[in-house]
Structure formats: C-alpha cells, structure tokens
C-alpha cells in the first residue's frame, strides 16, 4: 500500500486542503486546489479512477470539474465517486458551472459511475463509510480501508465522537481532521489527538487539516505515535504493508 498526503491544511493557509492518495489511483477529498497539487507531486490524474468524498463543503470537493475534464481527454475513462445520493446532483450543478458547453460532451464521454454505498471493495480493499459528527453539517463520513495487512482510517471533517474513537480502535493507521489546538463540536484538535494517542498507543495517528496555528504547535508534539505530516509525504510507502 501506499499512501501519500496531497493536502494536511485548512483553508486559509499555504498547505493544501486536506486530501489523501492510495496507491496512485484512489483519491479522498478533491478539494480547492488539488489537481494542482498532484501535478506538484508528479501525480498523474488520469490514473485517478476512484474519488471518494467525506462531505460537501467545498474545500472537500471543489476540484470535481477539473478533475472530470481532464479524464474525458484520456483514454481511461472509468470513474466512480463514492458519496451520499444528494452528492451527484451537486456535482453535476458544480460541472455545469465550470464548463457550460463542454460539460455534456463530457459527461457523455467518461464512463462516470456513483456508488452511494456503506460497504464497498476498492481492489483488494474492503471499505467502510463511517457516519462523523461535523457540528451542524450532515452528513459528514469518515472511510476504513481495510486489506489483509492494514487497515486505515480517515476521519473527514468531525468533532471527537464515539465513531471517531471506533476508528481509532480498529485503524493501524488514521488520519485525523486536526484543525484546532483545542476540538470543539465541528473539528477535532490536538487535545483531541492526544488523548487517542494515549488510549490505543499501537495506533498511529496523522494529523490533518490544520491551520497555521494549529501546525505550529502540533510540530512541537514528542509523542511517537503522532505523526505531523507535510504536503506530499508518503506515510506508508511500499508493496508489502
Ligand atoms: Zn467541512
Ligand atoms: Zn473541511
């Protein structure tokens, strides 16, 4: 397995916002900006053929045109996106928006499925969306991918809650929304963290959609199960895991 962090930032500082890549074809979250960054860590995005989305605010999918117009040029075609029923109308409004005249042709061309399902197989993966709790935003998912060898979690945009602490008890591996310094009903923060890292110490916890602040102190964090991401960093990086 690899995987690779295209984005750790919120939305007003110089990371990206915060997006996932496994295994070179697996995205989670397309938010504002990440095609680009893909391009920036010599990615290609015609091998993206599965975008699975955590939620509906845009710094989580707002590259979906780009994204759909750049794949309608290639010769794989196949894309599925992985959300709730009301996701396709808001992507497809949001395509329409972006490209007006091109965006029937588009959409005629690319082999473009949905799947709104809670259990799913990616490849050798068994995935599970998770319901969060991301303050008054419903609904809000989390994912577990699970192979033979690991299971990892992302949590999406989510407050602590009693899900997020499932994850944390059944993931090797979970990327964690750790906006703030201290969580509150819509994000968690790096008290939040911590005491996750203390409760399953075999567990390893990335942290993700920072802001400035939030980095700043999370980089100043001893705790050897807490990993502090940059952009582009691979966390798990190889065939065997
Ligand atoms: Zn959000
Ligand atoms: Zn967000």
């Avoid at 959300?83 to 042709?105: M, R, Y």
């Avoid at 995935?127 to 690991?150: M, Q, W």
């Avoid at 700043?216 to 705790?223: G, N, P, T, V």
Wanted: aromatic share 12%; net charge neutral; proline share 2%.
């Amino acid at each position: 397995m690899n995987l690779q962090i295209i984005g750790s930032g919120g939305m007003w500082n110089k990371e990206n916002s915060a997006s996932y890549l496994i295994d070179n074809h697996i995205l989670i979250d397309i938010p504002n900006g990440s095609c680009k960054n893909l391009y920036n860590f010599g990615n290609n995005i015609e091998n993206i053929d599965n975008v699975l989305i955590t939620h509906f605010h845009g710094d989580h999918y707002f590259d979906i045109p780009f994204y759909l117009l750049k794949k309608s040029k290639e010769d794989e075609l196949d894309v599925i996106i992985y959300c709730n029923k009301d996701g396709k109308k808001k992507i497809e409004t949001l395509f329409k928006l972006g490209f007006p005249s091109a965006s029937k042709k588009v959409l005629k061309r690319l082999n473009l499925k949905y799947n709104f399902s809670k259990n799913f197989k990616i490849g050798n993966y068994e995935v599970t969306r998770i319901i969060v709790s991301h303050g008054d935003f419903k609904p809000a998912y989390g994912y577990i991918f699970k192979n033979d060898n690991l299971t990892i979690g992302f949590t999406g945009d989510t407050g602590y809650c009693d899900n997020v602490d499932y994850m944390a008890s059944i993931c090797d591996y979970l990327i964690c929304d750790c906006s703030l310094i201290l969580g509150n009903e819509s994000h968690m923060g790096i008290d939040d963290i911590k005491k996750l890292a203390n409760k399953y110490p075999n567990h390893k916890f990335v942290t993700s959609h920072m802001f400035s602040e939030t980095i700043k102190e999370a980089k100043k964090l001893k705790i050897k199960n807490i990993i502090v991401p940059n952009d582009g960093d691979f966390i798990i990086n190889g065939e065997d895991v």
